[in-house]
């Protein structure tokens, strides 16, 4: 059997040194091996010729058994790659011009089956618009910046405080007394060139807020103002925009994706009414633990993608809600109001 394998091999390298085509070669092969399993078959035992090629049938289908199944393993890697291949080199990236650089960045994103080419390609499309570059803003803002989502409005009227520190990671010590849009242009800015960021430094008010969300695909309320939260709602409501709006306190927060245009409840139907003064005290007077808003924060900007790119299952019409102390995650079912004066008139 070696003396077989041998002129095997020798046929097979000889003639690749003398440049003899790869289909030629195989085809020698093949004709040996059938010759060889051909007198295995039909030589009787103890025939010179049977013992000098194997003298066993057995031993050679052994052979050809594994010899298919590195071939075939072979195959369906080459196949793998090919695929691979293409799906990083699809048509929705190459037309959008990634460079190479923004390529490598989101090949993480890329090779995954629910975002893709396609997906990564509607990311750098995106309008986000961010309310509050506070605690639920700073790790929204930082995700959706590293993910490659391609303008991301912020607005927020607050300076950076020392107190602000604690939680809200996307400033520093060196800007405390900056505007807080600012500070987190800079950090995003330095953490992801490829997007575009839009700081408004001041509140938003009624005068503006139609304007501004209407040049946005989607926003997302991280504010802890009452009023604010509730004008948001309408506006988006009124503009048929998706909000995802995240609350903290303590050790627990809450998400929800409110999107009345395409039949969820609004804000103010899962939250009717504002609070009474002090039974919603604000985080500097219940205090807050400094990593919950980076869990919330990330949960928002989560959402966001997943509802950009069609991914999965986002928080429509259900509200999740994380107890950071006893590390517990629940989610409840919303439901629309017939009467609620916010989003009764939209589509059912």
């Not at 975002?115 to 995700?143: D, H, N, T």
Request: glycine share 8%.
């Amino acid at each position: 059997m070696l003396l077989t394998l041998f002129i095997s091999a020798l046929l097979w390298f000889g003639g690749v040194y003398a440049g003899v085509s790869r289909r030629a070669l195989i085809a020698v092969q093949i004709i040996l091996f059938t010759a060889v399993l051909f007198f295995q078959a039909t030589l009787p035992d103890g025939n010179t010729l049977k013992q000098i090629t194997g003298g066993s049938l057995m031993n050679w289908l052994i052979l050809a058994g594994v010899f298919l199944l590195v071939w075939a393993y072979r195959l369906l890697l080459r196949r793998l790659r090919a695929h691979h291949n293409e799906s990083y080199q699809d048509d929705s990236i190459s037309s959008e011009s990634f460079t190479s650089s923004e390529l490598d960045r989101y090949a993480r994103h890329i090779v995954l089956r629910e975002v893709g080419g396609a997906g990564q390609r509607k990311l750098k499309q995106a309008r986000i618009l961010v309310v509050g570059a506070g605690g639920l803003g700073a790790p929204s803002l930082q995700y959706l910046a590293a993910m490659g989502v391609g303008t991301i409005g912020v607005i927020d009227n607050d300076d950076v405080d020392n107190s602000n520190l604690q939680r809200q990671v996307i400033h520093s010590d060196a800007r405390i007394g900056m505007p807080k849009v600012f500070s987190a242009q800079k950090s995003i800015e330095a953490q992801n060139p490829f997007v575009s960021i839009a700081p408004y430094h001041r509140r938003l008010d009624a005068e503006i807020a139609s304007d501004l969300i209407s040049d946005y695909d989607i926003v997302l309320d991280g504010t802890d103002d009452p009023d604010t939260r509730y004008l948001i709602n309408e506006v988006c409501v009124q503009l048929s925009k998706p909000l995802i709006s995240g609350a903290i306190s303590q050790w627990e927060g809450q998400v929800s994706l409110f999107d009345p245009a395409n039949g969820t409840p609004c804000y103010r139907c899962v939250f009717p009414e504002k609070s009474a003064a002090g039974l919603a005290p604000s985080c500097a007077e219940a205090g807050v633990v400094g990593a919950l808003p980076g869990v919330v924060g990330s949960i928002m900007a989560l959402e966001a993608i997943k509802y950009i790119t069609g991914a999965g299952e986002t928080l429509k019409n259900r509200m999740m809600i994380y107890d950071g102390l006893y590390a517990d995650a629940r989610v409840i079912s919303l439901h629309r109001r017939d009467d609620c004066p916010a989003c009764s008139l939209t589509n059912k």
